[in-house]
């Protein structure tokens, strides 16, 4: 990681956090460097004293938002388009998009929140949303929700550890656990509600 240093603008910090921006919104739509990799670098660039560690965390979680909200926007003005021209011409598609539609309409914009830390999932599930013309208010309050606690936990890793850069190696594994406590969290969520509605119901 500190071969990264001598091709980043690090004696300039707003520059940085641009770029770090771009690099998060580009990485929504294709760039070939995964998400994590771009927060933990952020949360290291911190660690090292170039940037400061909250105003990384604010930016890298508008920019994470903002990516998504593109994606969003991308389906729903463009959707119905690259559905006719091209994604409906093929069956494995079409039931594709089928399947993520079942799987919205029972859970709405909370989608997102199991989404995040899964890749491609998190790149295809903003544009199918705005193709199904979910809440955009909605989609963006989840999106804020799953966001933040996802690029603070890996900002904080690689800044409190910032000397142990393998942590890059460790990608895959935080992942997990960021996925299994967004999961525990909804799972807790879902169940408060069941017991409020069967309370309500006596």
Same mark, same amino acid.
């Given at each position: 990681?500190?071969?990264?240093?001598?091709?980043?603008?690090? @004696?300039? +910090?707003?520059?940085?956090?641009?770029?770090?921006?771009?690099?998060?919104?580009?990485?929504?739509?294709?760039?070939?460097?995964?998400?994590?990799?771009?927060?933990?670098?952020?949360?290291?660039?911190?660690?090292?004293?170039? *940037?400061?560690?909250?105003?990384?965390?604010?930016?890298?979680?508008?920019?994470?938002?903002?990516?998504?909200?593109?994606?969003?926007?991308?389906?729903?003005? *463009?959707?119905?388009?690259?559905?006719? *021209?091209?994604?409906?011409?093929?069956?494995?598609?079409?039931?594709?998009?089928?399947? /993520?539609?079942?799987?919205? @309409?029972?859970?709405?914009?909370?989608?997102?929140?199991?989404?995040? +830390?899964?890749?491609?999932?998190?790149?295809?599930?903003?544009?199918?949303?705005?193709?199904?013309?979910?809440?955009?208010?909605?989609?963006?309050?989840? @999106?804020?929700?799953?966001?933040?606690?996802?690029?603070?936990?890996?900002?904080?890793?690689?800044?409190?550890?910032?000397?142990?850069?393998?942590?890059?190696?460790?990608?895959?594994?935080?992942?997990?656990?960021?996925?299994?406590?967004?999961? /525990?969290?909804?799972?807790?969520?879902?169940?408060?509600?069941?017991?409020?509605?069967?309370?309500?119901?006596?």
């Amino acid at each position: 990681m500190d071969s990264l240093l001598f091709i980043l603008p690090i @004696d300039n +910090p707003a520059s940085l956090y641009a770029m770090l921006f771009g690099f998060i919104f580009i990485s929504a739509f294709g760039l070939p460097i995964p998400e994590e990799i771009v927060l933990l670098l952020a949360g290291y660039l911190s660690y090292l004293g170039f *940037t400061d560690f909250f105003t990384t965390v604010i930016i890298m979680s508008a920019s994470i938002v903002v990516a998504d909200l593109a994606g969003y926007m991308i389906g729903r003005y *463009t959707g119905d388009f690259i559905y006719d *021209t091209i994604l409906g011409h093929f069956e494995f598609t079409r039931a594709l998009l089928q399947k /993520g539609k079942k799987y919205m @309409d029972r859970f709405g914009e909370k989608v997102v929140l199991i989404t995040r +830390p899964i890749s491609g999932l998190r790149f295809v599930v903003p544009i199918m949303m705005g193709h199904f013309r979910m809440n955009a208010k909605r989609f963006v309050i989840y @999106d804020i929700i799953a966001a933040i606690p996802y690029t603070l936990i890996l900002i904080s890793l690689s800044y409190y550890f910032g000397s142990v850069v393998t942590l890059i190696a460790d990608v895959q594994f935080i992942k997990k656990i960021i996925l299994w406590l967004i999961i /525990g969290m909804v799972a807790i969520f879902l169940v408060k509600r069941y017991i409020k509605r069967r309370r309500a119901r006596r």
